[in-house]
C-alpha cells in the first residue's frame, strides 16, 4: 500500500524532501527543518504558555510555525496555538514571540 505523503497530487506539487509539516500561521506546507515546533507547557507561575521546542524533541502535541514574526503574529490573530494544540482557556504565546526576537536579532 503506497504511503499518502509520497502521492503527487498535481504535475508541479513541489513538496520538500523528508517530513512536511504544515505552519499554522500561514498555512503553508514546509520541510519540519524549516519551522519551529511549539508545545503547550507553564511558566513559572503554572499559566499555560506555547513553548518553543526548536530541538522538536519535547513530549506531547505539537505545533509548527514558520520562524517569522509574520508567521508568528498571523497565528496569534488566529488563534491557531490553542486549537493546534488542543489547549482550551488562555494560552499565552509570549515565549515564542521572545524566541523569535532573540533568533532575529542574533541575526
Do not use: W
Not at 21 to 28: P, S
Not at 30 to 36: D, G, I, P, Y
Not at 86 to 106: M, T
Amino acid at each position: 500500500m503506497a504511503s499518502r505523503r509520497n502521492i503527487s497530487t498535481s504535475p508541479d506539487d513541489s513538496l520538500p524532501e523528508g517530513p512536511v509539516r504544515t505552519c499554522i500561521g500561514c498555512r503553508k506546507r514546509a520541510a519540519r527543518s524549516e519551522l519551529l515546533r511549539v508545545t503547550a507547557g507553564s511558566d513559572a507561575n503554572g499559566h499555560a504558555v506555547v513553548v518553543p521546542d526548536p530541538d522538536g524533541t519535547a513530549p506531547g502535541r505539537g505545533a509548527h510555525v514558520h520562524p517569522t514574526p509574520g508567521c508568528y503574529d498571523l497565528a496569534v490573530r488566529r488563534k491557531a496555538f490553542s486549537r493546534a494544540l488542543r489547549v482550551e482557556g488562555g494560552l499565552s504565546s509570549a515565549p515564542v514571540g521572545e524566541h523569535l526576537a532573540s533568533h532575529h536579532n542574533q541575526h
